[in-house]
């Protein structure tokens, strides 16, 4: 892959993005709390960032299979890159609200739907269907490298700065990156297809597949199903860390502590970055998923119950590595078994309803820890992880073998 230059060049805008990203991350939940002190407000940043993908993943997926993903990746990323420049700017004149900052948030959140599927697309064509695994492993796990630091980034600039800056970096690497995929050689556009359809047409008929492979294949299927309910309970937590943070640790007024808690979060990602592809090769993928979702919900009781911030930073790793684990294991193996020409349209449409919980979670949780408390969220959510892990056991999860389209062994 390295001696790939479009492919490095590649890898240099998905680095920008997560390390802008990281300091968002941080900086605008943060910035929520500190402006409203809610819980229900602080967790729709996590309600916003995962609803466009439920609304619109369908129509991205097949918008990215039909169209220039070159030139849909370079409007999404400086889309973005405006929208969040709005903040410091508006910041500069004592004019930022929650709503601006919802708002921003829910926009890019929906920017990233297209450029997610036309990115997805585009490493296809780079690398080939026989190094996703290693191409997916590296990326996420640049990614929660960067996210590591970040965090650290974002809380020393917020502490020293204010939230609003941290936000203005992200907006700089965004167009940065549009900057970069500009210098792309190629159009990256799939091959035309002869048809007198409308464009409707064609993409509810896009679409219509996409979903009616999943539905086919049961090893898909079983991991998109419980993709749902992993997301569902993984929106609830992460929309509230920072009100965990508050009402549970003590550490709402200091920003450099409060990202502590997102760092340790992006270390057990990284950890499930790099055991995935050995665990690929010795278990079968849906023993991953299982073993993933059973270490999520036992994990999750010990953030809830943890008391101090060290304890409850290392469980919060681990949750992080489980979780984590059930997403990459899902997205990588829904790529080996889609045919080309479907890639677009059944990634849009696997995390669409993958991820759809992820939004709803976030909601209710934000809902129950406003009436409950967040500590009795989370303990709540542990046993329904745990009720999870049951039901993926009476899908064929557990034996079911992997084979790739075109391999004959």
Same mark, same amino acid.
């Given at each position: 892959?390295?001696?790939?230059?479009?492919?490095?060049?590649?890898?240099?805008?998905?680095?920008?993005?997560?390390?802008?990203?990281?300091?968002?991350?941080?900086?605008?939940?943060?910035?929520?709390?500190?402006?409203?002190?809610?819980?229900?407000?602080?967790?729709?940043?996590?309600?916003?960032?995962?609803?466009?993908?439920?609304?619109?993943?369908?129509?991205?997926?097949?918008?990215?299979?039909?169209?220039?993903?070159?030139?849909?990746?370079?409007?999404?990323?400086?889309?973005?890159?405006?929208?969040?420049?709005?903040?410091?700017?508006?910041?500069?004149?004592?004019?930022?609200?929650?709503?601006?900052?919802?708002?921003?948030?829910?926009?890019?959140?929906?920017?990233?739907?297209?450029?997610?599927?036309?990115?997805?697309?585009?490493?296809?064509?780079?690398?080939?269907? /026989?190094?996703? +695994?290693?191409?997916? $492993? &590296? !990326?996420?796990?640049?990614?929660?490298? %960067?996210?590591? =630091?970040?965090?650290? @980034?974002?809380?020393?600039?917020?502490?020293?700065?204010?939230?609003?800056?941290?936000?203005?970096?992200?907006?700089?690497?965004?167009?940065?990156?549009?900057?970069?995929?500009?210098?792309?050689?190629?159009?990256?556009?799939? /091959?035309?297809? +002869?048809?007198?359809? $409308? &464009? !409707?047409?064609?993409?509810?008929?896009? %679409?219509?597949? =996409?979903?009616?492979? @999943?539905?086919?294949?049961?090893?898909?299927?079983?991991?998109?199903?419980?993709?749902?309910?992993?997301?569902?309970?993984?929106?609830?937590?992460?929309?509230?860390?920072?009100?965990?943070?508050?009402?549970?640790?003590?550490?709402?007024?200091?920003?450099?502590?409060? $990202? &502590? !808690?997102?760092?340790?979060?992006?270390?057990?990602?990284?950890?499930?970055?790099? @055991?995935?592809?050995?665990?690929?090769?010795?278990?079968?993928?849906?023993?991953?998923?299982?073993?993933?979702?059973?270490?999520?919900?036992?994990?999750?009781?010990?953030?809830?119950?943890?008391?101090?911030?060290?304890?409850?930073?290392?469980?919060?790793?681990?949750?992080? &590595?489980?979780?984590?684990?059930?997403?990459?294991?899902?997205?990588?193996?829904?790529?080996?078994?889609?045919?080309?020409?479907?890639?677009?349209?059944?990634?849009?449409?696997?995390?669409?309803?993958?991820?759809?919980?992820?939004?709803?979670?976030?909601?209710?949780?934000?809902?129950?820890?406003?009436?409950?408390?967040?500590?009795?969220?989370?303990?709540?959510?542990?046993?329904?992880?745990?009720?999870?892990?049951?039901?993926?056991?009476?899908?064929?999860?557990?034996?079911?073998?992997?084979?790739?389209?075109?391999?004959?062994?």
């Amino acid at each position: 892959m390295w001696k790939n230059r479009s492919f490095q060049k590649f890898y240099l805008f998905n680095l920008l993005s997560y390390f802008g990203s990281g300091m968002t991350m941080v900086a605008l939940p943060l910035y929520v709390y500190k402006l409203t002190e809610s819980p229900m407000y602080t967790s729709l940043v996590a309600v916003f960032t995962g609803l466009p993908y439920f609304l619109f993943g369908l129509f991205a997926g097949a918008m990215a299979d039909r169209g220039n993903r070159k030139l849909i990746m370079i409007g999404c990323s400086l889309f973005s890159g405006l929208l969040l420049a709005t903040i410091p700017a508006a910041a500069m004149m004592g004019q930022v609200s929650v709503f601006h900052l919802l708002a921003v948030g829910l926009l890019v959140s929906t920017a990233f739907v297209w450029f997610d599927a036309a990115s997805h697309n585009m490493l296809f064509q780079l690398i080939g269907r /026989e190094r996703l +695994v290693a191409a997916n $492993s &590296l !990326l996420s796990s640049t990614d929660t490298i %960067i996210r590591i =630091g970040s965090p650290v @980034i974002a809380g020393y600039i917020i502490y020293q700065f204010g939230p609003q800056w941290a936000i203005g970096i992200d907006a700089l690497c965004y167009c940065v990156a549009a900057l970069l995929i500009f210098s792309l050689t190629g159009s990256y556009r799939s /091959e035309p297809s +002869v048809t007198n359809q $409308s &464009l !409707l047409r064609r993409l509810a008929g896009d %679409i219509k597949e =996409g979903l009616g492979f @999943i539905w086919s294949e049961p090893l898909v299927r079983s991991l998109t199903v419980l993709g749902f309910g992993n997301s569902f309970i993984g929106g609830a937590v992460t929309g509230l860390i920072v009100v965990f943070g508050v009402q549970v640790l003590g550490i709402a007024k200091s920003a450099p502590a409060m $990202s &502590l !808690l997102f760092t340790c979060g992006s270390l057990g990602a990284l950890a499930a970055s790099l @055991i995935l592809p050995q665990l690929r090769k010795r278990f079968k993928p849906g023993r991953i998923t299982i073993a993933g979702l059973v270490i999520n919900a036992a994990s999750l009781a010990g953030v809830a119950f943890g008391g101090s911030l060290a304890i409850v930073c290392a469980f919060y790793i681990l949750w992080n &590595l489980a979780n984590f684990l059930v997403i990459v294991n899902g997205i990588t193996l829904r790529q080996q078994l889609t045919p080309d020409h479907l890639q677009g349209r059944v990634h849009a449409s696997g995390r669409m309803i993958a991820w759809g919980g992820y939004p709803f979670g976030s909601l209710l949780g934000g809902i129950a820890a406003t009436a409950f408390g967040v500590q009795a969220v989370y303990i709540v959510f542990a046993l329904l992880m745990a009720l999870l892990f049951v039901l993926a056991r009476l899908t064929p999860l557990y034996r079911y073998e992997l084979e790739l389209p075109g391999r004959h062994d």
